[in-house]
């Protein structure tokens, strides 16, 4: 009886395929316009949620500098890699280019002077090494000969000169020889102000600019700028791909026309996904899933167009052997062959929706989503490309008729049909890229290489068959050939006693090795190593292996008027300087700290702001000589005078502007928040980030049990990257077998 069911519903299609397929194509192209108005384009999390995750977010919201002034690197390196930079020709050449950079006018408009607080006087958006010596030495760079470069160097680096700490910004590898300072590489900064810039690809394009006009007729220096241009580096990488998603394509439409020596087939093929990947785009749209995810933007696609190539070989194999083998008309062979192939291609398609369903145990949003996506696009490459397209393309074979015997004109038919492939390649990339203009791409695409060749060739086989040329049948049996490949499967299937548990100590074995595999991401993984971004990184980490990859921190928030609350902090730093974790170091093993509240504290009482301060408030004393006030009401008035008039040097410079105040504290009313901020060695090595991980949670521990009313907790970049890519590789741990069982059952 259900058998009967289907053969009449599949009767039924085959009577009304002409509205059926119309209906789907609308159906398609539809959901195709629709998606894109409707689609949330944000990209889902891969963090899961817990304590690390949820205050990296926290603190990203609490803990934000209001400073539209940015920060980039440059490495400045030898022409000839590996030979000394701190030579007067090098040093020349790069002040002069500096100087070309800073003279720019539109260069000008974006460049931001700033105070250095260790030589206590302000600099230029673009100052290095070369601008110090050239400034210490009486002609300049330009009259000054290698040996008078190494004596300013002598003086500008030397202990206690106020420019000590441009030591810091020379290579790790640079030694004090015997003829002087030798060292490959040197960095700086271009400080700049990004509210400039109507967007980040303005502002990446004008990184890019400056680069190009640092390296502009360069003999003695090569520099390259840090991770400058992530957004663009990325998008041309993606835009690099593109062509490739279509090639592909392309080759399976080829492969599909070879095999069944059919342009209708592989015509069909290609419509039918470019159809699929607008209905699956917009039914996801329309379910709320966050189409900004990479995942749901490629790699769906791709596992679309393998099971829907899949599903329609099935279906038109099956049909084509109704029509060899029993001899059976279009009208017949469709339904006949369809339910007969029926059970076998829903366990297929079940099996895979369940295991890709099986991401939704992962627990992280994005995984969830792919999982979904992707159950999505096989429910319509199933319905489209394995249940109605088969029934189009016999159709289509029958509708034209029988083709003359081919002669020379095979060769343009295979031309017709290598365009109509690359055609229908573009056609179905669009389809899942840019569904809008897939959608045009689709009704141009049926029009012209389906409706017009369907007519011209129908009326060419009826002139043919009028005038008595020899005619042939070359659809019905193609891809039924591969007698060797029958002949092996059944082989194997006869020995299944021996078959099956070869291939269970086989998968037995890969599994065990797919857990030797590391976990982790590298810039080389999805970005060109030929690109300056991921040669930056390479470079930088090859002169500043101590500086750390990124990093971490320890969030502290309750009350830091305490002036005891503030004093533990220095605890803590010096228990994260003792410790064996491969935390960011200077060239002098120094631990990099970023600024935090206390500080600023410490900034403030050192700076003419105390007398101000006091002249209004509170009395600052300092019993013990920490520059840190005995009362909380002092520590509060200067967080306000921070807050107010930002921080000041020493000298009365401002070190620190208001806006910069609120990215070290937080003005939480009653509670205050800072973090302690520490460099990382790693954002993938567990070997690192694991010590790291357990001896901030140690000395926040610490902080808390020493302190009253102040509660730690750990986060940061690295941290949260590296746990998360753990908790998707645990989740996978619960997925894949869970999907696994599920595909059993089924």
């Known amino acids: 009886m259900q058998f009967t069911k289907l053969h009449r519903l599949y009767e039924w299609i085959g009577s009304h395929i002409t509205i059926v397929a119309i209906t789907a194509i609308l159906a398609a192209v539809t959901l195709g316009v629709v998606g894109p108005m409707v689609a949330n384009t944000d990209e889902p999390k891969f963090e899961p949620s817990g304590g690390v995750f949820e205050t990296y977010e926290y603190v990203d919201e609490t803990l934000r500098s209001a400073s539209t002034v940015s920060t980039a690197m440059w490495l400045v390196e030898s022409s000839d890699r590996g030979v000394n930079v701190l030579t007067r020709d090098a040093l020349l050449e790069w002040k002069t280019l500096s100087d070309s950079v800073r003279s720019d006018e539109t260069n000008a408009a974006h460049l931001v002077d700033r105070f250095d607080t260790d030589s ?25 000969s290698d040996a008078d470069v190494q004596a300013a160097l002598d003086g500008l680096l030397a202990e206690g000169s106020p420019f000590a700490d441009m030591r810091f910004t020379l290579s790790e590898q640079t030694e004090r020889a015997t003829a002087g300072w030798v060292s490959p590489a040197f960095s700086t900064q271009v400080v700049y102000d990004a509210s400039g810039f109507a967007d980040d690809a303005a502002e990446e394009t004008w990184l890019r600019d400056v680069q190009a006009q640092f390296r502009d007729g360069a003999v003695a220096t090569d520099s390259i700028g840090l991770t400058i241009d992530p957004m663009l580096a990325f998008s041309e990488a993606t835009q690099q791909s593109a062509p490739f998603i279509f090639l592909a394509v392309a080759l399976i439409i080829l492969l599909v026309a070879f095999v069944h020596r059919s342009y209708w087939s592989a015509v069909v093929v290609g419509a039918g996904l470019a159809a699929t990947a607008l209905a699956y785009y917009g039914t996801s749209a329309l379910l709320g899933l966050k189409m900004g995810s990479m995942l749901l933007a490629f790699v769906v696609p791709i596992a679309m167009i393998s099971f829907g190539v899949d599903f329609y070989i099935h279906g038109v194999g099956r049909v084509r052997e109704s029509q060899v083998e029993d001899g059976h008309g279009v009208k017949r062979a469709y339904p006949l062959g369809m339910t007969a192939v029926f059970t076998a291609m829903l366990l297929a398609v079940s099996s895979s929706v369940a295991a890709f369903m099986a991401n939704a145990a992962s627990g992280t949003e994005a995984i969830i989503q792919f999982g979904f996506g992707a159950a999505i696009s096989l429910i319509w490459a199933y319905i489209l490309l394995g249940q109605i397209a088969p029934r189009v393309t016999v159709g289509l074979e029958d509708h034209v008729g029988d083709d003359p015997v081919k002669g020379l004109s095979k060769f343009a038919y295979a031309a017709g049909a290598l365009a109509m492939a690359v055609v229908g390649g573009l056609v179905v990339a669009l389809s899942a890229i840019m569904p809008a203009v897939g959608a045009v791409g689709l009704i ?13 060739t129908r009326r060419r086989n009826r002139r043919a068959l009028l005038r008595g040329a020899q005619l042939v049948n070359g659809h019905t049996g193609a891809a039924h050939g591969l007698e060797s490949v029958g002949t092996g499967v059944r082989f194997l299937a006869r020995w299944r006693y021996i078959t099956v548990p070869v291939v269970v100590i086989l998968g037995l074995l890969a599994f065990a090795q797919a857990r030797t595999v590391d976990s982790g991401f590298r810039i080389q993984d999805m970005l060109s190593t030929d690109t300056d971004f991921a040669q930056s990184i390479e470079r930088f980490t090859e002169h500043y292996p101590s500086n750390g990859e990124g990093s971490s921190y320890i969030y502290l928030e309750g009350d830091l008027t305490d002036p005891a609350n503030l004093v533990a902090i220095d605890a803590v730093v010096a228990d994260l300087e003792a410790s064996n974790a491969d935390f960011g170091r200077t060239a002098t093993d120094e631990l990099i700290v970023g600024l935090h509240a206390g500080d600023l504290v410490r900034m403030v009482m050192a700076s003419p702001a105390r007398t101000e301060i006091e002249a209004s408030g509170p009395s600052l004393v300092d019993s013990d000589g920490d520059l840190i006030p005995d009362t909380k009401a002092a520590v509060a008035a200067i967080y306000q005078h921070a807050a107010r008039f930002g921080v000041q040097t020493p000298d009365g410079e ?22 302690i901020v520490i460099q990382v060695g790693s954002y993938t090595d567990g070997n690192i980030i694991v010590p790291v991980h357990e001896q901030l949670t140690e000395s926040a521990a610490a902080y808390e049990a020493s302190t009253s009313n102040v509660e730690a907790r750990v986060s940061g970049d690295v941290i949260s990257s590296y746990l998360g890519l753990e908790s998707f590789t645990r989740s996978m741990v619960v997925s894949l077998p869970l999907a696994l069982a599920l595909a059993l059952v089924i």
């Open 120 to 144: 206590g006087t302000s600099v230029p958006g673009v100052m290095s090494m070369a601008d110090i010596v050239d400034a210490a030495l009486p002609g300049g760079l330009a009259s000054a």
């Open 444 to 456: 141009v695409f049926i029009t012209t290489l389906v409706l017009v060749p369907l007519a011209i």
């Open 654 to 675: 401002l070190a620190v502007s208001v806006d910069d105040v609120g990215g070290v504290l937080a003005d939480l009313g009653e509670r205050q928040g800072t973090a």
